[in-house]
């Protein structure tokens, strides 16, 4: 007789406030190299508990329960009241955190069709088919503890015309991870 296990992902979403960045930091630097260390009040990382309300919660660390194999996915959006910025995560290295006992991540990308709208030469509303990548970056789980992980991020904002963004600047922040192992009896 087989056994099924099912593998568990753990989804963490960073938001980042483009519109306080841009404020505070108003020398931002375009080299990927050289990103600048952002504040905690501009960001903070959300991870909906499914079950045990007995953990810690916090804006800026994530703690879970999980096992061996289990996944961990990280993606990114940006809070702007006019929503025209964005963010992308560019990189998610090690930071302050054994090499050999840390969870790496990798970034994974789908593109997929959507329908979207734009004017026409006849100034008429009209849609269209393109893609659209998608792009977050997964872990698998490897080892348990405290991992504390650099996050590398871009800011874009929208040109003057509204039509492309421009890129505003490369920032980081750090995100600690916290993984207790899941018994088998949970």
Known sequence: MSTITQQ??????????????????TNPN???????KIDESTWFAIYPKKTNHKLPDSLHSVFFQAKKNHKISISGISIDGDSSDSI??????????KKETSNLFTSVCTSRNIVTS??????????????????WFESTIASFGKNKFKIIFSVYNLDNNGNQQNL?????FPLEINIRKKSIFN
């Open 8 to 25: 568990s992902i753990f989804k963490i979403l960073i938001v980042i406030d483009t519109v306080e960045i841009q404020k505070r930091y």
């Open 30 to 36: 375009i080299n990927y190299d050289e990103p600048i």
């Open 88 to 97: 992308m995560l560019n990189e998610i290295e090690n930071f302050n955190t």
């Open 118 to 135: 734009y004017l026409n030469t006849d100034n008429d509303l009209a849609i269209t088919n393109t893609n659209q990548n998608f792009i």
């Open 168 to 172: 505003y600047g490369y920032f980081w």
